[in-house]
């Protein structure tokens, strides 16, 4: 919960969601388990607001922001899920991606990217919703039945909030759709020509409506014991990254943010028209802030693992408890001795689009210890994000002379000192983390029919940052950049689609 007069951050809370790996590649997570973390989420900053002595009534709009990719089908007349929602990262539709490349003239992975400003990849709600139609008979049953609704993580919870079963609103914002490969981002509505050519019902598709109008009302919900939101305004939707650009106040041409989150994600706000990269970016729409506001877009960079790398490290290798002591060990030495980690674990994202890559650690000798490669994973971070600023510079012919920050992992000073390094540019964070939070309540605050938040760059509280600048000589950084590009090289076409299967 946000002040809208100041943006300053009041009370908060967090919940971690599981994630499951039913088999090696997949990645799913339960929609019910979601939606009840919201239900907590409020609930208890509803509890702290009121021993803050703040009045909850004095909540006027509620804005959400989710992972812009992960997909979920689900029953409109029972309001269940027909099966988990299937994450970003997930690489199990890679036949799937195939199978529909064989059908594209000379095989093109970007034969669409002048509509959608998208390659074709594992990583759009399309191909996950194909899977899901061909793999799953109930889902296929409720499409015959005319029961299925398809949405991003933001329409599952939009419809279960403003009612569900019982009247929920069915829409998505424009961010949101133009991550499903669905949506034509130049006319900003669904692409019947995509979806024949993924062969996917339009009737099961969310109604597209801009970053910030109200969708609907929130609903009393049995497990929400307070009932204090009911009847409060659901007006801000937008998707992660495009709420963290936002909530980073990136309103002008050129300006960019990088998310350090489960993966990492640079946006550079080109403006009112679409940037199309030559350098493996993506072209997606930033935000579009009112109804009868303009689209503005942006050019992203994404890298499938970031934090995720910290997390395997906790949970696969054991060498660390928590997150936090990921930054101690690194710290302990202060160098990764000559060892490199490309966590390619999902295959490579941005610049590459390589799905053939997998995670390699090399440049290991009998001296290297856990030390060193918890430094080379924090390191594995730092320098994907430079091969993402070096494609945007090239895009814009504009390079950026800083770069701001936000996201968990923005929490390891370690991590940005090294950022700053390999980067020879400035580090800039906002003090405030929560930022993707802060655009979400924003757009929310901002809409029409609310009007309690100036979006009006005049009006906007200057943030106080923290500056991490470069305190490496720019020779240094370079030679370490191109030892990690050569270890790139080395993690591609590991895993070939002709392997025996064991599953």
Not at 77 to 91: K, M
Not at 142 to 167: E, H
Not at 247 to 255: A, I, N, S, T
Request: net charge negative; hydrophobic share 40%.
């Amino acid at each position: 919960v946000f002040n809208a007069k100041t943006a300053e951050l009041l009370s908060h809370h967090q919940v971690e969601i599981q994630q499951k790996f039913p088999k090696e590649g997949w990645v799913e997570q339960d929609p019910k388990e979601i939606l009840k973390s919201v239900h907590e989420c409020v609930e208890k900053t509803c509890e702290k607001l009121q021993q803050l002595n703040i009045d909850i009534t004095n909540i006027k709009a509620i804005g959400v922001s989710n992972q812009r990719e992960t997909t979920v089908v689900w029953d409109k007349t029972t309001g269940e899920p027909l099966y988990n929602a299937i994450v970003w990262l997930d690489l199990r539709t890679q036949s799937t991606v195939e199978r529909l490349l064989k059908r594209i003239p000379g095989k093109n992975k970007a034969f669409f990217k002048c509509r959608t400003g998208l390659p074709l990849s594992t990583y759009f709600s399309a191909v996950k919703l194909r899977w899901l139609l061909d793999n799953v008979e109930e889902i296929r049953q409720a499409v015959d039945d005319g029961r299925a609704m398809f949405g991003t993580i933001d329409s599952w919870l939009i419809w279960s909030l403003t009612g569900g079963k019982n009247g929920g609103v069915h829409c998505t914002d424009v961010t949101n759709a133009s991550r499903t490969m669905l949506f034509n981002i130049n006319s900003l509505e669904w692409d019947p020509e995509l979806c024949q050519f993924f062969d996917i019902p339009m009737e099961i598709l969310p109604k597209v409506r801009s970053s910030s109008e109200i969708y609907g009302l929130m609903k009393i919900c049995p497990s929400l014991k307070s009932g204090a939101l009911t009847g409060v305004p659901i007006s801000g939707c937008l998707g992660d990254q495009s709420a963290a650009l936002v909530g980073q106040m990136c309103f002008q041409d050129g300006q960019s943010k990088n998310t350090y989150g489960t993966g990492c994600f640079l946006l550079c706000n080109t403006g009112q028209k679409p940037v199309f990269s030559e350098h493996g970016l993506l072209t997606t729409i930033a935000y579009k802030l009112g109804r009868d506001k303009p689209v503005c877009y942006s050019l992203e960079g994404s890298v499938a693992i970031a934090g995720a790398v910290v997390r395997w490290l906790r949970d696969n290798l054991g060498i660390v408890n928590t997150s936090q002591e990921v930054e101690k060990l690194a710290a302990e030495v202060g160098t990764s001795y000559g060892c490199y980690f490309v966590p390619a674990f999902s295959g490579l994202y941005a610049p590459y689009w390589e799905p053939s890559a997998r995670g390699i650690i090399c440049g290991l000798t009998q001296f290297t210890n856990k030390n060193h490669i918890a430094f080379a994973a924090l390191e594995a971070v730092c320098f994907q994000t430079r091969e993402i600023l070096d494609a945007i510079n090239k895009d814009c012919g504009i390079p950026l002379n800083q770069l701001q920050v936000d996201g968990g992992m923005t929490n390891n000073k370690l991590l940005m000192q090294l950022q700053a390094d390999i980067l020879c540019i400035p580090v800039v964070k906002p003090s405030m983390p929560e930022t993707t939070a802060l655009g979400a309540a924003m757009a929310a605050g901002a809409a029409e029919g609310v009007g309690i938040w100036s979006l009006n760059p005049g009006d906007l509280t200057a943030v106080t940052c923290e500056r991490f600048e470069p305190q490496i000589n720019p020779e240094e950084s370079e030679f370490r950049y191109a030892r990690w590009k050569k270890a790139v090289m080395k993690s591609m076409g590991w895993e070939t689609s002709e392997a025996p299967s064991n599953g």
